[in-house]
């Protein structure tokens, strides 16, 4: 079946890098999708990959895609308090399959 | 343009009681979606219309009914709240049957509380 999972929580300090994972299970997924929702509001489009893709990168994030392993990454430099947010990963069938969100907390 | 708006923001319900909450999208797209958000289980979907004049259920359609209204509106109706019916519910659309990215765009929720 269609299950897409993400670790719940990740913690990091203003400055760093911070890495979210994610695994799909669908192979025919043209494109994979990274969403953010900041507090009290909807998801935003953050980034995407096409599928013919192994990494996509867009100022300070980069997506990895491995299609063997059915997983998809995104990684943030410099990671500031506005990262502050849930994230999720998506794949695309005929209509959106989204992971279960990792919510990232930036600390000082 | 607004893109997706949703109406009412907030509402307490009373168990037993009905309500409808209403989506509408002024993008032109074809396709929409309301989803619920629980902690820890993401945004599982409910129902979603590929196009007008067509619906089809999500992966938690029980307790819920929809009406797609006219290619701009996508209306939730819950027949007899229930306490497990408490959650943020997004309504979503997007051009669906284009080629490319195809990028969701999300309302900024409903907040619902059934005592």
């Known amino acids: 079946g269609e299950d897409v999972e993400q670790s719940l929580f990740l913690s990091v300090r203003e400055g760093d890098s911070s890495v979210i994972n994610c695994t799909y299970t669908?192979?025919?997924?043209?494109?994979l999708y990274w969403y953010k929702q900041e507090p009290g509001a909807g998801l935003q489009l953050l980034t995407y990959?096409?599928?013919?893709?192994d990494m996509k990168q867009d100022q300070r994030l980069t997506v990895l895609l491995n299609k063997k392993d059915k997983h998809l990454s995104l990684r943030i430099a410099d990671t500031q308090t506005g990262d502050s947010a849930i994230y999720f990963c998506?794949?695309?069938?005929?209509?959106?399959?989204f992971g279960t969100g990792t919510r990232l907390q930036v600390f000082p | 343009n607004a893109g997706v708006t949703q109406t009412p923001k907030f509402q307490v319900l009373k168990t037993g009681q009905s309500m409808t909450l209403q989506c509408a999208q002024d993008m032109n797209h074809n396709s929409m979606y309301w989803y619920r958000q629980d902690p820890g289980m993401g945004l599982r979907l409910i129902y979603y219309s590929a196009s007008e004049g067509t619906t089809d259920k999500g992966e938690v359609p029980n307790g819920y009914n929809v009406s797609r209204l006219n290619k701009r509106e996508f209306s939730l109706r819950l027949e007899s709240a229930a306490p497990s019916q408490t959650s943020v519910y997004f309504c979503?659309?997007?051009?669906?049957?284009?080629?490319?990215?195809?990028?969701?765009?999300f309302g900024p929720g409903t907040r619902l509380t059934v005592l």
């Open positions: 979503a659309s997007r051009q669906a049957g284009t080629s490319g990215v195809n990028e969701q765009f």
């Open positions: 998506a794949e695309n069938t005929d209509k959106l399959i």
């Open positions: 669908d192979s025919s997924s043209t494109y």
């Open positions: 990959i096409f599928s013919n893709m």
